[in-house]
C-alpha cells in the first residue's frame, strides 16, 4: 500500500524557517513526480511546488525564491525546506504524487503556523 506521511510543522515566527519531509513507502518517488500542497481550513488545497522525476521545479508564485522543494531518494523522502515565512504561509501542508495517469494518494498532512 501507498503511504504518504508528512512531518516537520510547527509554529514558527514569521520571518523563520521550517523543513517538512514527506516519507514515502509503496511509491518509489525516484521515478514519479511530487509535489506539495497547502490547505487554510474551510479553503482549497493549493499547489506549492513540484519536482520532477528529472528534477526540475516549479513554485508558486506566492512562495517562489523562498521555498525549495527537494528529494533525498536513498530515503525516499521528499523535501519543502521553507525559508522567510510569513502569516499566509499558514496551512495544512501535504505532499502527493503528480498525476498523468493512475492513482494519486495523499498524506494526513503537517500544520504550519507562523505568528506574526
Known amino acids: 500500500q501507498v503511504q504518504l506521511v508528512e512531518s516537520g510543522g510547527g509554529l514558527v515566527q514569521a520571518g523563520g524557517s521550517l523543513r517538512l519531509s514527506c516519507a514515502a513507502s509503496?511509491?518509489?518517488?525516484?521515478?514519479?513526480?511530487m509535489a506539495w500542497y497547502r490547505q487554510v481550513l474551510g479553503k482549497q488545497r493549493d499547489l506549492v511546488a513540484t519536482?520532477?522525476?528529472?528534477?526540475?521545479?516549479n513554485y508558486a508564485d506566492s512562495v517562489k525564491g523562498r521555498f525549495t522543494i527537494s528529494r533525498d531518494n536513498a530515503k525516499n523522502t521528499v523535501y519543502l525546506q521553507m525559508n522567510s515565512l510569513k502569516p499566509e504561509d499558514t496551512a495544512v501542508y501535504y505532499c502527493?504524487?503528480?498525476?498523468?495517469?493512475?492513482?494519486?494518494?495523499w498524506g494526513q498532512g503537517t500544520q504550519v503556523t507562523v505568528s506574526a
Open positions: 509503496g511509491i518509489f518517488i525516484r521515478f514519479t513526480s
Open positions: 502527493t504524487n503528480v498525476v498523468s495517469a493512475g492513482r494519486q494518494y
Open positions: 519536482i520532477g522525476s528529472a528534477g526540475s521545479t
